[in-house]
């Protein structure tokens, strides 16, 4: 009788990894070569933009900037991310508009990627102006984003007698850009205009690239960028006075002064049958204050020079600044205040340029 053997198991043999033929090596070769040059065009890019004293730049193809021929945009130098006065004033800005919207819940953490599309900036501008602006509350695409953010723009640079665009430091191309500098410019300025309770770092400058497209060639120039200077007027950096301890300590001796100076102003102003019961709003468009410094003069001011009935924010600010002239060739000192302080009714500035009419003035009969 026969019987059968077991089969012996047959042993698991692993496939040998495929030989790779000359042509896949020229191919792996090929490809890591062709990722070397990009490294290599990446990193002689970067150079070009990061070394002021690079002779020739790299030809870059228009499209990775969109730039026309003879057009140019401004690139922030990474090291400004390492500035404690840079980043310190950008900390500043963040907490600025996270107290005023803090009623609506809206809290920003980083300013180009907050601000870029125009929703934030647009509940800036309505909280600070108290106008409501007919744009859509969330806008998802671009070209959506990039009207909303021209319309607000339009209305921030009416707001701070920003007649011509084109001297601004800030658009609606480079906010959308998420260009850090135009951004801080624009929040400066309205800090600035505004006089919100925060102090502004002072002298921050950052260094920045300005990259110009000529002849299919990106050319780099390297510039220094102000964002702040010094300040020294009221609402930011400025010597307490009289009026600050008034307000501070005595508010109680506060409608004393203001009385006195409603009485000083319309005995003048009674004059032409004109009469102020409230300075804040009564002289914010400096119609009163121009008049008044005819009086105190004894000189009459031509209509033409200046706005008898004015009803946008420029034609007030050009009020205030033709009576601040006045006051400095009849020999005033210029007013701490900024017009923009006056038009925008604050009571302290307003108090302090009619007090220093009083003082001179008060034995005018």
Request: aromatic residues 8%; charged residues 30%; glycine residues 4%.
């Amino acid at each position: 009788m026969t019987t059968t053997r077991p089969k012996s198991p047959r042993p698991i043999v692993e496939p040998k990894p495929k030989d790779e033929t000359i042509w896949d090596k020229l191919g792996t070769l090929g490809r890591k070569k062709r990722i070397k040059e990009v490294q290599e065009v990446q990193t002689e890019g970067k150079y070009a933009i990061d070394s002021p004293g690079y002779a020739t730049a790299p030809v870059i193809p228009p499209e990775e900037y969109k730039l026309e021929e003879n057009e140019e945009m401004s690139l922030i130098d990474q090291n400004a991310y390492t500035d404690s006065k840079f980043l310190e004033l950008q900390d500043v800005l963040i907490e600025w508009i996270n107290d005023e919207l803090a009623s609506q819940r809206i809290i920003v953490q980083d300013l180009k990627e907050d601000l870029y599309d125009g929703q934030v900036l647009q509940k800036l501008l309505e909280k600070l102006t108290g106008d409501k602006l007919d744009v859509p509350e969330v806008t998802q695409n671009e070209e959506g984003q990039k009207q909303k953010l021209a319309v607000v723009l339009a209305h921030f640079n009416k707001v701070l007698g920003l007649q011509r665009l084109g001297h601004s430091k800030w658009s609606m191309e480079t906010i959308h850009s998420k260009n850090i500098v135009a951004i801080i410019h624009l929040l400066v300025a309205l800090a600035r205009h505004f006089r919100p309770p925060v102090r502004l770092t002072e002298n921050v400058s950052v260094s920045v690239v300005v990259v110009k497209m000529k002849q299919g060639q990106l050319i780099p120039e390297r510039i220094n960028e102000n964002l702040t200077t010094e300040y020294d007027d009221v609402g930011m950096r400025c010597e307490r006075d009289a009026f600050d301890a008034l307000f501070d300590h005595a508010p109680e001796k506060l409608q004393i002064v203001k009385k006195s100076l409603v009485t000083f102003v319309n005995k003048h102003l009674n004059k032409m049958n004109f009469e102020v019961t409230e300075l804040e709003s009564q002289f914010h468009d400096g119609v009163y204050l121009v008049i008044l410094m005819g009086l105190l003069e004894g000189f009459f001011v031509p209509h033409y020079a200046f706005h008898l009935t004015p009803q946008e924010v420029d034609q007030k600010v050009h009020n205030v600044s033709f009576a601040f002239e006045l006051m400095e060739e009849c020999g005033l000192k210029k007013p701490k205040a900024r017009p923009e302080d006056i038009v925008n009714m604050d009571l302290k500035s307003t108090l302090r340029v009619l007090y220093n009419l009083f003082l001179k003035y008060k034995t005018i009969i």
